[in-house]
T-cell receptor
Framework: NAGVTQTPKFQVLKTGQSMTLQCAQD?????MSWYRQDPGMGLRLIHY???????DQGEVPNGYNVSRSTTEDFPLRLLSAAPSQTSVYFC???????????FGPGTRLTVL | SQQGEEDPQALSIQEGENATMNCSYK?????LQWYRQNSGRGLVHLIL?????REKHSGRLRVTLDTSKKSSSLLITASRAADTASYFC??????????FGTGTRLTVIP
């Protein structure tokens, strides 16, 4: 099992550009989520999904879109990048009874 | 915010010593989880304690939970240099999401 994979590992964008961060899991987990991690802020939930075709907003959803067309994939789209979106982004999945989450390695995004 | 708060923010100890970090939270929970994050990497799940449990062990890890005080502690015994990492608590309130604290940065000096 590859677990949770994320691409790319690093990305630099200019303000106003759009891009998609990819996330995939091969554990057949129903629950997937996206977090951003900023220094001193811990992890903040952006969007999450409890199954294919179902998504919902987390704590900091503005400026981001998600979709969940398959169980395996949960891409995160930045519509018009802003410097405030400079962060490290983590995707996670969960399929256990107690919601233990498995994290991907992260994408480090810089917006100039 | 339902986010937990870890204390201390940073901790530096000698190898072989025990490390204790604390987590406080605000709302009722189904369970509380601890994660470790090595520098530049994703989080790794360490241990979970359910709301009806008071103490749990896993190898050198010991977690306690006091729901009346809305607090938990993580004890790492006989620390090793490889334990150097950031440690996060996360609360599961039953709303499908985990709420993470801001973390304790542990440095174990060889």
């Amino acid at each position: 099992n590859a677990g949770v994979t994320q691409t790319p590992k690093f990305q630099v964008l200019k303000t106003g550009q759009s891009m998609t961060l990819q996330c995939a899991q091969d554990m057949n987990h129903e629950y997937m989520s996206w977090y951003r991690q900023d220094p001193g802020m811990g992890l903040r939930l952006i969007h999450y999904s409890v199954g294919a075709g179902i998504t919902d907003q987390g704590e900091v959803p503005n400026g981001y879109n998600v979709s969940r067309s398959t169980t395996e994939d949960f891409p995160l789209r930045l519509l018009s990048a802003a410097p405030s979106q400079t962060s490290v982004y983590f995707c996670a999945s969960s399929g256990g009874t107690y919601n233990e989450q498995f994290f991907g390695p992260g994408t480090r995004l810089t917006v100039l | 915010s339902q986010q937990g708060e870890e204390d201390p923010q940073a901790l530096s100890i000698q190898e072989g010593e025990n490390a204790t970090m604390n987590c406080s939270y605000k709302t009722s929970i189904n369970n509380l989880q601890w994660y470790r994050q090595n520098s530049g990497r994703g989080l790794v799940h360490l241990i979970l304690i359910r709301s009806n449990e008071r103490e749990k062990h896993s190898g050198r890890l010991r977690v306690t939970l006091d729901t009346s005080k809305k607090s938990s502690s993580l004890l790492i015994t006989a620390s090793r240099a490889a334990d150097t990492a950031s440690y996060f608590c996360a609360t599961d309130t039953g709303a499908n999401n985990l709420f993470f604290g801001t973390g304790t940065r542990l440095t174990v000096i060889p």
